[in-house]
């Protein structure tokens, strides 16, 4: 049976890979899907992975209908055995009502990928609609650290290094950016909700560089 599945974690934790992976492997096995996204940091039509993988993608807009564009392209004689769907938190909660018809009427598998809540720890629109609609909802494993080491579960957007919590909710962006621009970064949840980041706590990157170390003898 068809399945909508949501695979979800914070920002850097490998989404955009897991669904590059999940595309060449079911295409190796001679599998036909279409990679949909909206808003990637690389730009338009744009899947891209900060381990360097990239694909070309359909870029999902306001008025997009997923279900209209399988059926379109069904009836011209097309095979479509999954959709991969990144940045899916930016969709619409009627475009995820759609891809829940495309799985229960048109019985495509359908894998999204995306953030569950934003910078103020409210869910994205889309984030909800698929926790309310998905048949598995799927946390990634790789897990990003905050500074302080443990498990990252929150995103917060930066200006300079220091937390923000005003703003709109959609600001696209990364997580290394230069000092002064608007940035993110993945916190715990005790460090997101005192808003002490990486640079207001005045930690250094977790390296071993950061160790006692015993100094060379002249
Ligand atoms: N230089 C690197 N070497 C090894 N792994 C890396 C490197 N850079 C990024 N990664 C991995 O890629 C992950 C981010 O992958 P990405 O698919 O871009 O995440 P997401 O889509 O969830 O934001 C990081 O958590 C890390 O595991
Ligand atoms: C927390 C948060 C994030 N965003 C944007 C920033 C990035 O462009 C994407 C997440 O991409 P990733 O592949 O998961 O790293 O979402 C935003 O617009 N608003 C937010 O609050």
Redesign the pocket.
Known sequence: MAELVFFS?????G??TLALQMDHNHAARGRQGIILTR???AGAATIS??LGLRANAVEVTDDFDFHTHVVHLLSAGGRVDYLIC??A??FAAEQVDQLARVVDELEIDVYTF??T????TRL?PGSQRLIELADRVEVLQVEALCWCGARATH???TVGGVMVVEG????????SVNEDEVG?EVLCRRHHRRRLTSATSGASVLSPDVLPFEEQQA
């Open positions: 974690g914070t920002m850097d934790c989404k955009s808003n990637d940091r992975s900060r990144d940045e938190q930016f995306g953030i809540t934003d910078f103020r994205f995103n917060a957007r709109a909710q959609v600001v696209v962006g990364d997580i993110y």
